[in-house]
């Protein structure tokens, strides 16, 4: 009977040492796959966010930038602080003796009786040309 046994354990530990190789590297590729995976989430989570939050408020600032860009006399506005105005005058920086549209140029607003000069990167909102009253 121990020949039996001895047999039995030669053959119990060629069978274990034989898959060995073979389970040591699905084991090295289920490490691979647990740090793949946070990963793989993370990105999908950034390009989920990017898609939708960061990516159309960029274009919404863009287009609100040109507007202001495009600003002219006789077009509604609403400043940062919420006063709403209509563009009487606009001031534009003088460089190299050619004007050059920048956010710090100098607009003048009337808002009812009165008359206020706000930067024009402190312009919130172009309404457009102002309502007609009648």
Do not use: W
């Not at 030669?10 to 084991?27: H, I, K, Q």
């Not at 609100?64 to 009487?88: H, S």
């Not at 460089?95 to 050059?100: N, T």
Request: glycine share 8%; hydrophobic share 50%.
């Amino acid at each position: 009977m121990q020949s039996v046994a001895v047999a039995d354990f030669d053959a119990f530990s060629a069978m274990t040492v034989l898959p060995f190789p073979a389970s040591l590297a699905l084991l090295q590729a289920a490490g691979a796959n647990q740090v793949l995976a946070p990963i793989f989430m993370y990105g999908a989570i950034f390009a989920i966010f990017y898609f939708l939050l960061i990516r159309p408020q960029q274009r919404q600032r863009k287009q609100q930038e040109e507007q202001v860009r495009q600003l002219k006399r006789g077009d509604e506005i609403v400043t940062a602080g919420g006063i709403v105005g209509e563009v009487v005058h606009i001031n534009t920086v003088m460089k190299d003796g050619a004007p050059v549209v920048t956010m710090e140029d100098r607009i003048t607003i009337k808002s009812g009786e009165s008359r206020l000069i706000v930067e024009r990167g402190r312009i919130g909102r172009v309404i457009g040309a102002p309502a007609v009253q009648g």
